[in-house]
């Protein structure tokens, strides 16, 4: 007698409801992909126009590299008078040299410029200079920077230089003489942002700074955009620095090697076009103590 259970009848399994469900959706499409597909390409359109929207404001926001020109060409000289703390000049000159009144005629007479102005870039109220916090704690400026003050003198035409820098040096009071920068920047910008080199022996907030990185690039770029009344961001790397020295230089652009003449084509910058110089101040001390930042600085107007 066989006691096994009798096996289980196989179910059956209906597909009915599913087929029917799966046919009217498959009428529901055919009834309605012209507008499913225009719905499928017009998110497809939103989210390019979203990401080119993202690209192009990124693009924007990005510096911009220097402008072609105009290359200004008004011939200067440039007079640096006695320092005491300076060599190559004796006693005698270092007491002419604080009358610069007197060397200021002196040269004129000599060199017959057709106007000549003096600079005292220690003096930081004749001009907005805005540094690094770190190095006015220190007293950088009173005890381990020398600011040498200079005459320019304006000449009729850029080949009356070296005749004129030959007399103007027997002048004294006259430490040295070299062939002034009329300058690329002026009316191109209105502030630059000196960044930290990387030379040996250079100094931004301490002695031998590491160079500024990208990022801190970046972040100074982020920060100025976010400031009212910024139009434009110009990025001057070392290439275009050494095009522009390239552009004005003659035999003495570089005189014994002097490191004050050679110290500033070391430097990248950022300069910045506003809408209105009033915010030259407030972009000064905002970004002043930046990483990477050595110096900010108003430039003159064109």
């Known amino acids: ?59 924007s926001r990005r510096p911009l590299p220097p402008p072609d020109g105009p290359w200004p060409e008004r011939p200067e000289i440039m007079v640096a008078l006695c320092h005491p703390r300076l060599p190559d000049c004796p006693a005698e000159g270092d007491a002419a040299a604080k009358d610069p009144a007197a060397v200021g005629a002196a040269v004129r007479a000599a060199t017959g410029v057709t106007s000549i102005r003096f600079f005292d870039p220690g003096n930081v ?29 304006h000449l009729a035409r850029r080949e009356d230089y070296p005749r004129a820098a030959e007399r103007a ?6 430490r040295d003489v070299l062939p002034g920068t009329p300058g690329f ?20 907030t301490s002695v031998n700074d590491p160079p500024i990185s990208e990022a801190q690039k970046q972040d100074i770029v982020d920060l100025l955009w976010d400031i009212e009344g910024v139009e434009k961001i110009y990025f001057e790397d070392r ?24 110290r500033e084509p070391l430097e990248e910058a950022f300069y910045v076009k506003l809408t209105d110089r009033r915010v030259i101040r407030t972009v000064g001390e905002a970004v002043q103590n930046m990483p990477g930042v050595r110096l900010v600085e108003a430039l003159d107007p064109a």
Not at 126 to 149: A, C, F, G, H, S
Not at 185 to 204: F, H, S, T
Request: glycine letters at 6%; one cysteine or more; aromatic letters at 6%.
């Open 239 to 262: 290439p275009h620095v050494a095009k522009v020295a390239a552009h004005y230089a003659t035999d003495d652009t570089t005189p014994r090697g002097d490191p004050m003449v050679t």
């Open 185 to 204: 920047w002026p009316g191109k910008a209105d502030v630059v942002i000196r960044l930290c080199p990387n030379e040996p022996g250079m100094d931004c």
């Open 1 to 59: 007698m066989d006691n096994h259970p009798d096996p289980p009848e196989p179910e059956e399994l209906s597909f009915g409801e599913v087929s029917e469900r799966g046919a009217r959706l498959h009428a529901w499409i055919l009834a309605r992909r012209r507008a499913l597909a225009v719905c499928v390409a017009a998110t497809l359109v939103v989210c390019a126009a979203g990401a080119g929207s993202w690209y192009l404001r990124d693009l």
């Open 125 to 153: 109220q004749e001009k907005d200079i805005w540094m690094p916090q770190l190095l006015e704690r220190n007293n950088v400026r009173d005890t381990d920077v020398v600011y040498v003050r200079y005459l320019v003198g």
């Open 169 to 174: 040096r027997s002048i004294l009071g006259v």
